[in-house]
C-alpha cells in the first residue's frame, strides 16, 4: 500500500516551474516516512525526494532522500 499524500499548496503555474535539480523531472506531492510533505522526483531511474519545510520546497540535492 502506498502512503498518502500531502498537497502542498502552490499556484499552479510556480508548480510547473519546480524541477528536481539533478535529473530534471518533474515533482509531485508526497509523503516522508515521517508524515511531513515532500516532493517526490518521477524520474524512474533516480527517484529522488524532496523536503518542504515551513510550507517551502527545499530543492537541494543535499537535502534529497533516495525513495
Known sequence: ?????VNI???AWARE???CPVTGATLVDG??????????STDPDHPL?????DG???LLE???RAL
Open 9 to 11: 499548496p502552490m499556484d
Open 31 to 40: 509523503t516522508g516516512p515521517d508524515g511531513e510533505p515532500e516532493l517526490h
Open 49 to 53: 525526494a524532496y523536503p518542504v519545510r
Open 17 to 19: 516551474l519546480l524541477r
Open 1 to 5: 500500500m502506498s502512503e498518502p499524500t
Open 62 to 64: 543535499s537535502d534529497a
Open 56 to 58: 517551502i520546497p527545499v
